[in-house]
Every structure is written in C-alpha cells, then in structure tokens.
C-alpha cells in the first residue's frame, strides 16, 4: 500500500487545500473529510455549498459521484457475507477504490477466508491515514499554498494516475474515454451537473459493452 498511499496522500492535500479555500467553517472542513471520507464526492459538492446551491442538489450530486460503491458492494458481498451487520457496516467506510482493486487482485477467489481480514484492516487503515493527515493539513494549512504553485492542476493528475490504475480492460477502458468526453461536452450545465452527463454515459457504455459480449456467443453458434 506504500506506493498507493503516496498517491492518496497527493490527492488528500489537494483536496484539504482545495475544502480550505472555499469559504466553509474549518469544523465543518474537517467533519466532511472524517466522515464524507471520498475526494471526488467532496470536490463536487465543494462549489455547490459555497454558492448556496440547494440542499436537494448537493445530495443528488454526491450520491451521483458515489454511485461505483454500489457496484462496489456487489463485488464485496461474497467474501463478507459470513461477517455480520456491524462489520459489514464497519468495513463499509474504510472502503475504498483502490482498496477494493488490491484486495480482489490478491484474493481473486471469492471465498471467504481469516488470512483476508488482516490483509484488509492493514491496507484500510494505512489508506485512512494517508487521505485524512494530509486532508485535515490542507484544511489547516490551506492559505499558505500559493495559488501560482498549481496544487489544483497536481490534484488532476494525482486522481488521473489513480484512475488509470483502475483501468484493467477495454470496458474500463472505453467507458472511461467516454465519460470524459461527455463531461467536456456538458461543461457548460451549471451546478457541476456535466459530473451526472458522464456518469450516465459511462454507465451506459459500460451496459452496452456488456451486452455485447455476451450476445456474441449466441451468433456464432449454429
């Protein structure tokens, strides 16, 4: 998890300055980062609570930006599915992306099994600790980051690297190309809503691949 955390801790300080200059109340900063405990959800709700932005609009574009731990959970199921409801709750909010990516790289089996917990609350904690220590220094330390040192740009390319990591396959791969592009494309909705057009489109490509595939079996029999 050391490499990871190293990228983790990038894309915490980035987002800690970028929560310390939005104008919030510094407890209410530091509440969001402990118990939000997602980047991409706190950086889209960013704008929208420093503008007053209606509160229905702020929750509908968190839980859009959160809609993968859906999905998420559904890869999870089978190796928690022994453990009961407090630790599944638990185990809930220490998850993350790239912990998920590293625990089924490691146990690709979904069985469970004692030797995957240990492998689990290890990598959990340590990612917890490399968003939150740099998010909450940020937040502290916000002011004295020059705007002209670009953290906003390195917090780009930081959630880039992360995400290409997460690109294992030409589903992953296309899907992301399109949202892209269609967030480019939708720039100009206001309240952030350009974030909702590439999720919906990402989600549909990644259906429409799916389908596909399993649909090319069937034309090739006789």
């Known amino acids: 998890m050391v490499p990871t955390a190293l990228g983790i801790g990038a894309w915490g300080l980035i987002t800690g300055?970028?929560?310390?200059?939005?104008?919030?109340?510094?407890?209410?900063?530091v509440l969001m980062s402990l118990l939000v405990f997602a980047g991409s959800a706190q950086l889209a709700v960013l704008p929208l609570m420093s503008t007053g932005a209606p509160l229905w609009v702020v929750w509908a574009t968190a839980l859009c930006v959160n809609l993968r731990f859906v999905i998420f959970s559904a890869v999870w199921r089978p190796y928690l599915r022994e453990l009961t409801f407090s630790q599944r709750m638990r185990m809930a909010y220490f998850t993350a992306d790239l912990n998920l990516a590293l625990f089924t790289r490691r146990f690709p089996d979904p069985v469970p099994a004692p030797e995957q917990w240990p492998y689990f609350w290890g990598s959990s904690v340590l990612s917890w600790f490399a968003w939150q220590v740099p998010s909450i220094a940020g937040i502290l330390l916000?002011?004295?980051v020059p705007?002209?040192?670009?953290?906003?740009?390195?917090?780009?390319?930081?959630?880039l690297g992360i995400a290409l990591s997460l690109a294992g396959d030409r589903a992953t791969v296309v899907a992301a190309l399109v949202a892209g592009c269609a967030a480019?494309?939708?720039y100009a909705l206001p309240l952030r809503l350009n974030i909702v057009v590439a999720?919906?489109?990402?989600?549909?490509m990644g259906v429409l691949?799916?389908?596909?595939r399993r649909s090319e079996p069937r034309r090739a029999a006789p």
């Not at 705007?147 to 959630?159: D, E, S």
């Not at 999720?199 to 549909?204: N, P, T």
């Not at 691949?209 to 596909?212: G, R, Y």
Request: hydrophobic share 65%; glycine share 12%.
């Open 17 to 29: 300055v970028a929560m310390g200059n939005s104008g919030l109340a510094p407890e209410v900063m």
């Open 199 to 204: 999720i919906a489109a990402a989600v549909a």
């Open 142 to 144: 916000a002011h004295a």
């Open 184 to 186: 480019v494309a939708a």
């Open 209 to 212: 691949i799916e389908h596909t």
């Open 147 to 159: 705007v002209q040192w670009g953290v906003g740009f390195a917090g780009v390319l930081a959630l």
